[in-house]
């Protein structure tokens, strides 16, 4: 594996690599963990070389946001993707990534501004963050396919858009939620939670369970009630706070007006000081 | 010359490349003149290939403004570009290059809020247009270098921002302004002119270099003062309406606080419908 820091190296790298042949790319955080190597492997198979990037990005976190906090198990990380056989890690710090004033950012209208992005949530400043780096970071690998996580489905949706929209020609792979056997979606803050917190954790995905299977009883209900009955599950868990609970549709991520499939449920919770996301997409 | 059309074609066209090889690319809103000429001819002088692209960009213009008026002499620019030498010419209609609602923007903060982009000018939607279509193109055509005239200064900073921010690894050349023997710069508004205000036009040219031997001189005088000298050039065109005269710093367009050089003295006039720009780069 080679291990690159600097967008030079691996412009440089990038160049020497012939026309064809496909490159995969996997953008992360790091604080590796099955969801993330999942892709990975998916990539591997699907490539001719495997590109994964480890930068805890500090534009997509609010200040109050745990951007100190963040897990960074830099050698288990890099010892985990040599492994696994990888051949490229890029691993920039934060100066290499932003040596100066960031004064260009990407906004993907519409898509970043609700759920993680609405203003009671994380704001809309996460996603333009998120899609910034991204788009920095296609365009230094210039991968021929990327690979997402869907327990970030708004972060796929507006990576798919953004592709889409400036003409990426990249080819964006939804990936499937890897759980932990109890239903708890693999996420790098897991980590993060206190043993009882942990404990009651999988209660986020069995509300949201819930929810697909009342969009798909027979039984008519309001947005209110079908609301009101994932709310109830969530408010099981002690200490909860529910950031929020939402239907939406799965490619404008438009509010539905009534409890119908398709449809992406999708919710968001504080357990203590740390936040748990995780959606479902319900289909007919 | 091989005639493009939609993204998929370029895209094709440009994965058939090898990946040495250097691709000079000029992006142009098409009514050719000389200015343009100069930097195609400067891009096939510096690269094996050369792109043209010829498209007039819907966003970048305001509700109230000239789109439907630009000129499209679309055979006689395809004429003049063939004659050229031009290898690839990329012309796409609208809806090729926006098929759908375009979610997805560029924005490069601070560079695009001011002299053009000022609210009482064109407004900053103006140049998140602009950067948003190149990003576009460059995505689409990958050159190694791009050429843009300095008459359009701050469009310049607005890209080379945008292309070290993002990472886009262009190589962004800055090529010299055209003029007509009179001064006038070359742009594809001046055939909107009536032989009158073409006449006059010259002026704009004359009071930029006026200001330029102001700050040259070693008399001391107030921002104020200076703008006034300007001012009163620029009055003497009749009918004119002065958008802006501004002095800044090169890099940072923000706003000088006393007429010192090295400045940009940059100036935004309306002749009858039609709006002309110049500018002048003031060393020491």
Same mark, same amino acid.
Not at 49 to 70: C, M
Not at 100 to 120: F, M
Not at 247 to 253: A, C, G, I, N, S
Not at 259 to 284: E, F, H, M, S
């Given at each position: ?33 099955? !969801?993330?190597? @999942?892709?990975?492997?998916? +990539? ?5 070389? *495997? &590109? $994964?990037?480890?930068?805890? =990005? ?58 993680? !992005?609405?203003? @009671?949530?994380?704001?809309? +400043? ?5 899609? *910034? &780096? $991204?788009?920095?970071?296609? =365009? ?66 069995? +509300? ?77």
């Amino acid at each position: 594996m080679i291990t690159l820091t600097t967008p030079h190296q691996i412009q440089s790298w990038r160049k020497r690599l012939p026309a064809r042949g496909s490159i995969g790319f996997v953008p992360t955080m790091g604080a590796l963990h099955d !969801g993330h190597l @999942s892709l990975i492997k998916r +990539a591997k198979k699907e490539n001719a070389l *495997t &590109v $994964v990037s480890l930068f805890v =990005n500090p534009i997509q976190f609010g200040p109050k946001e745990d951007f100190a906090r963040y897990p960074r198990p830099r050698r288990k990380d890099t010892a985990l993707l040599k492994k696994t056989g990888v051949d490229v890690l890029f691993a920039p710090n934060t100066k290499a990534m932003y040596p100066n004033d960031v004064l260009t950012s990407v906004i993907v209208k519409d898509l970043t501004d609700t759920l993680c !992005g609405a203003p @009671s949530s994380r704001g809309p +400043a996460h996603f333009s963050g998120v899609a *910034t &780096v $991204v788009a920095k970071l296609f =365009n230094l690998v210039r991968p021929t396919q990327a690979y997402f996580g869907l327990k970030d489905y708004q972060q796929v949706r507006i990576i798919e858009q953004m592709n889409e929209d400036l003409n990426m020609g990249i080819t964006i792979i939804r990936c499937p939620t890897v759980r932990d056997s109890d239903g708890l979606a693999r996420s790098s803050r897991n980590t993060l939670l206190s043993p009882q917190e942990r404990k009651v954790a999988p209660l986020l995905y069995a +509300a949201l369970q819930r929810g697909r299977k009342l969009l798909r009883s027979p039984r008519k209900m309001s947005l209110r009630e079908f609301r009101h009955q994932i709310k109830s599950t969530l408010l099981t868990i002690p200490n909860v706070k529910i950031d929020y609970i939402e239907l939406v549709d799965p490619k404008t991520l438009h509010k539905c007006e009534s409890p119908r499939a398709p449809a992406l449920l999708a919710a968001a919770i504080r357990l203590g000081t740390t936040r748990l996301i995780d959606n479902i997409l319900v289909t007919r």
